[in-house]
């Protein structure tokens, strides 16, 4: 099938598209959510220049669609039946995992655009999950999280260890609770790596960022 990539830039959207393609499906288009201001993406806060790398490494283009919280469905829907007409696409892969009203919102817009929803990560062990993106050559950083894990984590590459640690502060080894997103700067999936732009860190309203250099 002709597949939509939910694409989030983070290891989640990054390896449940590999693990679509790898069932053969052919990536045609990369959707993001962005921001009202169109200048960072929502909840993983990448800048366009960041996601076009990533796309330009997949090879596919990368549409940004800015909208609100409160009119993000309506524009969420309107987005997918585009790229159906314009790629000629039969469904939408997603990274989520087993929050069950994510996976139902996620086949409600699906049905709208009449698009068939793709959970290639349903339903698997989180941490196990997180292990299996690392030895399958996933590298990505921390690019936002909660104040439990703090500055400190901001900007660390996920790995085995760094998962351990941050298990033993409580917090969910794949961050599905949206304790912590990602920036994916490599994987099998890319011809060449991402190269970040320098960044600084900052606290808003009790969640951690790395802010971007334009």
Do not use: M, S
């Given at each position: 099938m002709n597949i939509i990539s939910s694409w989030s830039g983070g290891k989640d959207s990054c390896y449940a598209l590999m693990l679509a393609i790898s069932k053969g499906n052919r990536p045609s288009v990369l959707l993001n959510m962005m921001n009202e201001n169109n200048k960072i993406s929502r909840s993983h806060g990448l800048t366009p220049s960041l996601l076009n790398q990533q796309a330009k490494a997949i090879g596919v283009p990368l549409i940004g669609i800015p909208s609100s919280w409160?009119?993000?469905?309506?524009?969420?829907?309107?987005?997918?039946?585009?790229?159906?007409?314009?790629?000629?696409?039969?469904?939408?892969?997603?990274?989520?995992?087993?929050?069950?009203?994510?996976?139902?919102?996620?086949?409600?817009?699906?049905?709208?655009?009449?698009?068939k929803a793709i959970l290639p990560l349903w339903q698997q062990n989180r941490k196990e999950l997180v292990f299996e993106m690392i030895d399958n050559g996933i590298k990505a950083i921390i690019t936002s999280c909660n104040t439990i894990l703090g500055h400190y984590f901001l900007g660390k590459e996920i790995t085995k260890q760094l998962v351990e640690e941050m298990e033993a502060l409580g917090v969910d080894a794949c961050g599905e609770n949206g304790e912590y997103h990602t920036v994916v700067i490599d994987c099998p999936l890319f011809l060449t790596p991402v190269v970040l732009p320098k960044y600084s860190k900052i606290t808003h309203n009790n969640y951690c960022f790395l802010v971007w250099e334009s």
């Open positions: 409160e009119d993000y469905e309506n524009i969420y829907i309107e987005a997918l039946k585009n790229l159906k007409d314009t790629y000629q696409t039969n469904a939408v892969v997603f990274g989520d995992i087993d929050l069950e009203p994510h996976r139902e919102w996620e086949e409600k817009v699906c049905n709208a655009a009449e698009l």
